[in-house]
């Protein structure tokens, strides 16, 4: 077993997470986001997915970057075709 850095947990299905050349244990995916995923400039959220950036801040979404005066950043990629769902069975 490994103990959490995050929690201290000491759990048997921990995971690692090599990021930038370093190691880290967790034994959720709950504290790898609060370790990892960086924080929205603005209203301090973890960042999950994509997020936006701009002169080296990052966002959560469009509507913080403008709160903060980021201009001409966007939530939505372009329209694009569909693809086919991806069969998890």
Request: aromatic share 6%; net charge negative.
């Amino acid at each position: 077993m490994a103990k959490c850095e995050v929690c201290g947990n000491d759990y048997d299905k921990s995971f690692e997470v090599t990021m930038e050349a370093k190691t880290h244990i967790f034994d959720s995916f709950e504290c790898a986001i609060f370790a990892l995923a960086p924080a929205c400039e603005n209203c301090g959220t973890r960042i999950v997915g994509h997020g936006l950036e701009k002169d080296g801040k990052m966002f959560c979404c469009n509507h913080c970057a403008e709160h903060l005066g980021a201009t001409g950043l966007k939530d939505r990629a372009e329209s694009r075709p569909a693809k086919e769902p991806v069969s998890r069975s």
